[in-house]
């Protein structure tokens, strides 16, 4: 039993339910709050040195950090949110899903303390929610700009090669940030990403060891024993009242004995 079953039969009655709905009504509260000036964008930043100054009320505005964008492409960032964090909920249960969102939440703060004055996003959260989903349900599709059908498993290649570019040339607390997103997915794909790898090598393996050797040749004579290589022009054919697969040159195929069992 992982160590996940065990937490889950000793905590799974406490983890609560729909919760991508709250996340989600609390970003569309604080959205519409900053849309019409009630309070400022920044109550939601996140920054260790921020919390050290005692704003440690941060900790919960983070979570309901919304998306920067047009309100028309914040609803649909919102819509996937939702599917996608319900599909996870209902394929792992409330338990395993609210673990894998506490899990990013604190590698996500804890990147905040090693670099202090840097202002970390939820995205990197929400980006591990995609990945997760693209996982479990790589041909799911989706009609980008409402008409133009993708499946979710190019774009989730899409995120990992900017998560790559991201480490190459992006700040140290970026490249953190990334890193936790990936050890969240690691933590709960980890164990099906190695016995895919291993899988894979065995289906390797045995692919080479049936697949025909082609270092020698393709056909030789069971009388003269003349191949293909030897006269790349000679055709040969093979005898169907023979036991087994026996080629025979021009001059054999009707002039031999039979090879029976």
């Not at 840097?118 to 041909?139: E, H, M, R, T």
């Not at 979710?152 to 997103?181: E, M, P």
């Amino acid at each position: 039993m992982s160590l996940i079953d065990r937490l889950e039969r000793r905590f799974g009655r406490y983890a609560p339910e729909n919760l991508t709905i709250y996340l989600v009504a609390g970003q569309t509260i604080f959205y519409v709050m900053f849309m019409i000036g009630r309070i400022d964008r920044s109550v939601t930043w996140l920054a260790a040195a921020l919390l050290l100054k005692g704003e440690w009320w941060r900790l919960v505005t983070f979570i309901f950090d919304p998306p920067r964008i047009s309100p028309l492409f914040a609803l649909f960032a919102w819509y996937l949110f939702y599917l996608m964090g319900s599909a996870l909920e209902g394929e792992w249960g409330a338990f395993r899903y609210a673990l894998f969102l506490l899990t990013g939440y604190i590698l996500t703060v804890s990147v905040s303390f090693l670099a202090p004055s840097a202002i970390v996003s939820n995205a990197f959260i929400g980006g591990s929610i995609f990945l997760a989903f693209a996982q479990l349900y790589p041909d799911f599709t989706l009609n980008i700009f409402f008409f133009l059908p993708v499946r979710i498993k190019w774009l989730a290649l899409i995120v990992w090669l900017g998560y790559g570019y991201q480490l190459l040339v992006g700040g140290w607390h970026t490249r953190l940030l990334v890193l936790a997103s990936v050890c969240n997915l690691f933590l709960f794909f980890g164990g099906d990403l190695i016995r895919a790898l291993k899988g894979g090598q065995r289906r390797l393996a045995w692919q080479s060891r049936q697949a025909p050797r082609h270092d020698g040749p393709f056909h030789r004579c069971t009388v003269c024993g003349i191949t293909d290589r030897d006269d790349p022009r000679m055709d040969f054919r093979y005898c169907p009242d023979c036991a087994g697969q026996h080629g025979y040159c021009e001059a054999h195929i009707r002039d031999h004995v039979h090879v029976k069992n």
